[in-house]
């Protein structure tokens, strides 16, 4: 089943532990260290809009991006709401694309590691590389490998909410690095006590070394920037969990060789 459509409705109910507003500042703060203070920004994979929205607040003009309608459905409804002015197209980030350049993309909340293929991140990079404006920058997240080999990996994470309850099993192989992991939500039904309705969903994520990621910036002309520890923005050690890396644009400048 495709991911994040039974799962899109109740999204930001069951997520409501991600640290938007921190990843928000994070974000801002990169930003500015590279004198962009605003222009065009593409959010790939930007599920409901939580990051999106925030980063319209703030000034930057959004676009986006991301394969499910269901996702985007309720990223419209908060849209129509907030009366922000941002863009939504429901693209496949293997594939994107723009009317133009943008001063920078991001992606969070480990979108990259949906990107199960090496030949398909180069190509997700190369895209990249071409819709930024010169000197632009790729901001994005990843889990790291060892959040799936000793985090992750085999173990069931289950919780309950008045709303409902989701129980989530990881499968990961250590040979392809790819982690399954099997969604299953049970609903409570509207103006029900103990009626409930049964949603599953199958997604697949793959970890990536630090070294294949430099690689891939490598192939698709990409500058590797900055990567820090996501959650403390200091240098990463064998301790963390995600990742928060920093690509350059390169070679659009007339300049840059002269």
Same mark, same amino acid.
């Given at each position: ?73 309720? *990223? ?76 992750? *990996? ?51 994520? @793959? ?34 969990? @995600? ?16």
């Amino acid at each position: 089943m495709e991911a994040y459509t039974s799962f899109a409705g109740v999204y930001d109910l069951f997520m409501d532990n991600v640290p938007y507003e921190e990843w928000c500042r994070q974000i801002l703060k990169i930003f500015s260290e590279h004198g962009i203070r605003e222009g065009i920004v593409a959010d790939l994979g930007c599920g409901t809009g939580n990051l999106t929205e925030r980063l319209s607040r703030s000034g930057f003009d959004m676009i986006g991006i991301d394969h499910s309608e269901e996702m985007l459905e309720i *990223a419209l409804e908060k849209k129509e709401k907030s009366g922000e002015d941002i863009l939504y197209l429901c693209q496949d980030m293997r594939s994107f694309e723009l009317y133009g350049t943008c001063r920078a993309i991001v992606s969070r909340c480990d979108a990259i590691n949906y990107i199960t293929e090496f030949k398909d991140l180069v190509s997700v990079f190369r895209l990249v590389n071409n819709y930024l404006d010169p000197d632009g920058i790729f901001v994005f997240d990843v889990n790291t490998v060892r959040k799936y080999e000793e985090i992750l *990996a085999d173990h069931t994470i289950a919780e309950n909410r008045s709303i409902g309850s989701f129980i989530w099993e990881n499968s990961y192989d250590p040979e392809t690095r790819i982690n399954e992991y099997d969604l299953t939500l049970f609903i409570r039904e509207e103006g029900q006590k103990e009626r409930f309705r049964r949603f599953t969903e199958t997604h697949f994520q @793959r970890s990536y070394t630090v070294e294949e990621l430099k690689q891939a910036a490598f192939q698709a002309g990409l500058q590797w920037l900055d990567c820090v520890d996501a959650d403390t923005l200091t240098m990463p050690d064998d301790s963390a969990e @995600r990742l928060l890396i920093t690509l350059g644009e390169y070679g659009k400048r007339k300049d840059r060789d002269e």
